[in-house]
């Protein structure tokens, strides 16, 4: 599996509405899904390794790239949500056909591992929220946040 098959395996997981690919609020939600993701699992192959502490926490920036690219071939696209701060990220028409090959080969275990996560992370409904939440789960990882836990 491919690094940024990653992005595409959490974007088809169910999430909080149970639902096959559930979008996503943001790039940096997605990241965090990612980070809890490799925090829970450390045997995930090909998987992000370059998290260093942020301005929002946990950051590995090959995210970014890999989700530009996922847009670059038209896998996945980002939506403006009117009066909302943040993109929302869905799969296309050929981003599900990929996503779906890419998650049904994860074993049972690693798929509801990313359900899990995806439904942690969708159902926080601000990013501060999610945040405090990964800061209290995995410490340490707001040293060089704007966001401090209170």
Excluded: H
């Excluded at 993701?37 to 970014?64: I, R, T």
Aim: hydrophobic share 35%; proline share 4%.
């Amino acid at each position: 599996m491919e690094r940024k098959e990653w992005v595409l395996s959490v974007l088809y997981s169910p999430g909080k509405n149970n639902d096959t690919c559930e979008p996503i609020n943001g790039s940096l939600r997605i990241m965090k899904i990612l980070f809890m993701m490799g925090q829970e699992n450390k045997n995930l192959p090909n998987f992000y390794n370059q998290w260093q502490k942020y301005l929002y926490g946990p950051c590995d920036f090959g995210v970014y790239e890999d989700i530009s690219s996922l847009k670059e071939n038209l896998l996945v696209e980002e939506k403006e949500q009117p009066f909302q701060s943040f993109m929302v990220f869905n799969l296309t028409a050929k981003g599900k056909g990929k996503a779906e090959e890419s998650f049904k080969l994860l074993n049972k275990d690693v798929q509801n591992l990313i359900k899990d996560i995806k439904n942690i992370a969708n159902s926080r409904q601000s990013l501060k929220n999610l945040l405090e939440y990964i800061y209290r789960k995995y410490p340490g990882w707001d040293t060089n946040s704007i966001f401090k836990l209170d």
